[in-house]
């Protein structure tokens, strides 16, 4: 059992000896014809026997990590995504006084990418995979979660804070083209002795134009709902709530898939700073599917009133814990289905031999 200590930076943006913890990036992008595009990348580092995760529970290792990651065209409306069940960290990962994390996501084909997530210094990072090469400068302190980055959840804890303005540049690869981009992107780094594999939660973040940014969400473990909305103001000042209410209204899109329902428009209200926020998604079939966990990841468009005043601005959106027909069983199936024809593509290209 851990207590709690402050966050201390640049320490505590690399690892934990905890149950889960996850490195998260979202970001809204444009080329320099104006086409606009999303994405989203996250690693996650996980005790194998206690996170309660069913396919990885005969992983025959303590600590398991694994990666998602997607790109969105907007302006084409097409969506991709790579979900990798196990990646590889390399031995000098976490080993340097900054953020580093060098990694691989196997695949049959022929050679591979490195990945990466590092801090090349106070106030830059580097995010690197098979679909996006990003430089990200942080223009504001981290957002603490709760006020200290420590959030009380009911039945369980969590380490907690988000850097909400980042200046990114870089390319992304759609249709295996590389495209050069820059936006703004937004990071989340969070820890906790504690198994989310079947809670469910409503998280959206939203940067407005003005440099204000938000963080809400409704978080449920089955028995209690929780809710908390952290406020970065344009000064770096921070405000923090637990009074806040979510309604979802509008149109739901209905995964093929998994059968699940997801709705697509939100009200977020936070009536002490008489702020009203609609939210609605840029594309509607977002869904991510990791075994029998599916949820919704995707862009949204900001628009309101904040004490009176019209705003606008992006956010992301992240819909966990929703109704689904998908199981592991269909998602090994899948998976299997998927490197099959990797290996197909492969052979025929006489890269391997299959005789």
């Known amino acids: 059992m851990h207590s709690y200590k402050p966050i201390k930076f640049p320490e505590d943006e690399s690892a934990h000896d905890y149950t889960v913890e996850w490195w998260y990036f979202n970001g809204h992008l444009k080329d320099i014809l104006g086409n606009e595009y ?16 069913p396919f990885l529970s005969r992983v025959p290792l303590k600590t398991s990590y694994f990666s998602h990651s997607l790109v969105s065209d907007i302006t084409h409306k097409s969506f991709y995504h790579k979900i990798t069940p196990f990646s590889v960290i390399s031995d000098d990962s976490f080993s340097k006084p ?3 994390i060098n990694y691989l996501n196997p695949e049959i084909k022929n050679g591979y990418i490195n990945c990466v997530i590092e801090k090349t210094d106070g106030s830059t990072y580097h995010i690197k995979n098979e679909d996006i090469d990003l430089a990200l400068i942080s223009t504001k302190e981290p957002l603490l979660e709760g006020g200290n980055g420590f959030l009380d959840l009911r039945s369980k804890t969590t380490y907690y804070y988000s850097l ?3 200046k990114t540049e870089g390319r992304i690869r759609i249709k295996n083209r590389w495209v050069d981009v820059t936006g703004k992107s937004w990071m989340d780094h969070q820890w906790a002795n504690a198994s989310y594999s079947r809670d469910k939660w409503d998280w959206f973040s939203v940067q407005l134009n003005d440099r204000t940014e938000i963080v809400c969400c409704r978080y449920d473990d089955g028995k209690t709902k929780t809710y908390f ?19 979802s209204f ?28 609609d939210l609605t998604t840029r594309i509607d079939d977002q869904e991510m599917l990791f075994g029998s966990i599916n949820y919704w990841e995707g862009p949204l468009r900001a628009d309101g009133r904040f004490n009176g005043k019209k705003v606008s601005g992006v956010g992301f959106m992240e819909l966990v814990g929703y109704s689904s027909n998908y199981s592991n069983i269909k998602y090994i199936r899948d998976e299997m289905g998927r490197t099959a024809n990797r ?13």
């Open 98 to 100: 900054l953020l580093f």
């Open 164 to 166: 909400t303005n980042l």
């Open 229 to 247: 909305a952290d406020i970065s103001y344009p000064n770096g000042t921070q405000e923090h709530f637990k009074e806040i209410e979510m309604i």
């Open 250 to 277: 509008g149109e739901s899109w209905t995964s093929p898939k998994s059968k699940a329902v997801y709705p697509l428009s939100w009200k977020i209200k936070i009536p002490a700073k008489n702020i009203q926020l």
């Open 38 to 53: 999303s994405f989203m990348k996250c690693l996650f580092k996980v005790d194998v026997k206690k996170v309660k995760i």
């Open 343 to 355: 290996f197909v593509a492969i052979a025929k290209k006489g890269i391997i031999r299959t005789d």
